[in-house]
């Protein structure tokens, strides 16, 4: 059985890939298809939600901003820990 919280977490990281390609189509003229994936993964989030609850969601998106950041090299001391 899948943990939940794993469950959380590789969709967030899904999610913030995701608001990237968002802003690439919108950098290139394509709003409604930005809008159309905004859309979405809003639905995704609160679905997430409803699963994991607020704080467990909100813990996700912290852990998977944290990877990327890390990833790039550029982690704040304050997310250090994690």
């Not at 059985?1 to 919108?26: C, G, I, Q, V």
């Not at 809003?42 to 901003?65: Q, Y």
Request: proline residues 2%.
């Amino acid at each position: 059985m899948t943990d939940p919280n794993d469950t959380a977490r590789t969709a967030a990281l899904w999610m913030m890939h995701s608001a990237a390609l968002s802003r690439l189509l919108r950098a290139n003229g394509r709003d409604d298809h930005a809008d159309q994936l905004e859309a979405a993964l809003s639905e995704v989030g609160n679905i997430l939600t409803a699963k994991v609850g607020e704080d467990a969601f909100t813990d996700a998106m912290d852990w998977a901003s944290a990877q990327l950041w890390d990833q790039q090299g550029f982690l704040p001391q304050s997310t250090a820990r994690h």
